[in-house]
């Protein structure tokens, strides 16, 4: 092989990986993203409603993390607020997600609901450190960054009459992000797997369905004694877990559905064993 | 790992690395009239069993002991509030195997260890 060969495939790759990142895409699933995600959130955070003082006012049992990136003039950010002030930041928090959610003032939106949802997390979240609260912080900073009001918003309706009507292309590179990430987290949660040693076993999934996250259908199967079978369903979580990221990207054949299917079944045997949202 | 994004983005990687064959649960009591009651956290901590459990370990903090002070002086005033004055509030954790029956079934005075985390005395 000659350098100016080697020179030509590397060019190639790299306007290759360029294109795969950047390039325009139709505005569609952004758009559509953009509104079912702000509508669950908007329901995760209003389900709270009841509890806003006990949950994050000095009403309540709240203890903030300042994370080690914080300057300490800045501090002052994540001091327990009075009542009245929490019912506030929790207000400006709704109605950011739910002008999110119909696409209106879509970037300032998901900045706004970005920045509370970050403090929140160190408010008081930090405590659960759960990956999709995680998860949440960086979709909203992406959304915050991307164009995903040009399509199935507001603004739409108000530029064309109609929120289905669209103009033009948008860039990929805040779906790729988005993708990029979930991809790697079910990845790097399956590939630990392989070698961690609780999960060598069907121990793991047996402890786990008598703990503090059981279901009492969890309880209504442990009830029934020990198996091997438990061996073969860590196994199939393994193989789920790593198959779901990739699958996501292969559009050949039905591999994409039966990835979407398979993670659809991950994730409802997950809630139904495992009380964890 | 220090840096706060990786940290970020890795425990978003971490959940259930492993398992435990035991149940623990903080347990926080109040003292009144010679007696320790048991104080219910649900009415200040309204989430989920396991979200109790985890939020109650303070793992985000390195050193525990004055955090968990702060929460017995806060039930304490917090119960003061409702109407039931203790003189003392502590937390314990409660520990015992886990049972294919149920979340307490292995909750016997027998198999259930106690170890204290902090008292708080008014």
């Known amino acids: 092989m000659t350098p100016s060969l080697v020179l030509h495939r590397l060019t190639s790759f790299f306007v290759a990986w360029d294109h795969w990142w950047t390039r325009e895409s139709y505005p569609h699933i952004m758009g559509i993203i953009r509104a079912a995600f702000g509508a669950w959130l908007l329901m995760y955070w209003a389900i709270r409603l009841p509890y806003v003082r006990i949950l994050f006012s000095t009403d309540g049992i709240v203890f903030p993390k300042i994370p080690e990136y914080m300057p300490k003039n800045m501090e002052w950010l994540l001091q327990v607020p009075e009542p009245h002030i929490a019912l506030i930041i929790y207000s400006i928090q709704i109605v950011a997600l739910i002008t999110l959610t119909i696409g209106f003032c879509t970037r300032s939106s998901a900045f706004i609901a970005f920045c509370i949802s970050w403090y929140y997390f160190y408010l008081s979240l930090h405590l659960f450190h759960t990956s999709y609260d995680r998860l949440y912080i960086f979709v909203l900073l992406v959304l915050s960054i991307s164009n995903a009001g040009q399509y199935l918003s507001f603004e739409n309706w108000e530029k064309y009459g109609s929120p289905f009507k669209w103009e033009k292309m948008v860039s990929i590179f805040p779906q790729r992000l988005i993708a990029f990430q979930i991809t790697m987290t079910y990845f790097g949660v399956g590939f630990q797997k392989l070698w961690l040693p609780g999960w060598q076993g069907g121990e793991m999934l047996w402890y786990s369905m008598m703990g503090v996250w059981a279901t009492p259908l969890a309880f209504k199967i442990t009830s029934y004694g020990w198996s091997d079978l438990y061996h073969v369903a860590v196994n199939l979580i393994k193989i789920f877990e790593l198959f779901i990221p990739f699958s996501f990207w292969i559009t050949k054949g039905k591999v994409r559905w039966i990835g979407m299917g398979s993670g659809l079944i991950f994730h409802v045997l997950v809630d139904l064993l495992l009380y964890i949202w | ?122």
């Open chain 2, 1 to 122: 790992m220090q840096w706060p994004f990786v940290t970020h983005f890795y425990a978003m990687m971490a959940p259930f690395q492993s398992y435990t064959t035991t149940n623990a649960e903080l347990v926080a009591e109040g003292l009144r009239s010679g007696r320790w009651e048991r104080i219910d956290l649900t009415q200040y901590l309204p989430h989920s069993r396991g979200e109790i459990a985890i939020r109650t370990r303070m793992s985000s903090f390195n050193d525990k002991s004055p955090v968990y002070l702060e929460m017995a002086k806060k039930l304490q005033s917090m119960e003061s509030a409702n109407g039931r004055t203790y003189s003392s509030v502590r937390l314990v954790w409660e520990k015992w195997p886990k049972s294919q029956y149920g979340f307490y079934d292995g909750h016997t005075d027998t198999d259930t260890t106690r170890s204290s985390v902090v008292q708080f005395n008014l």
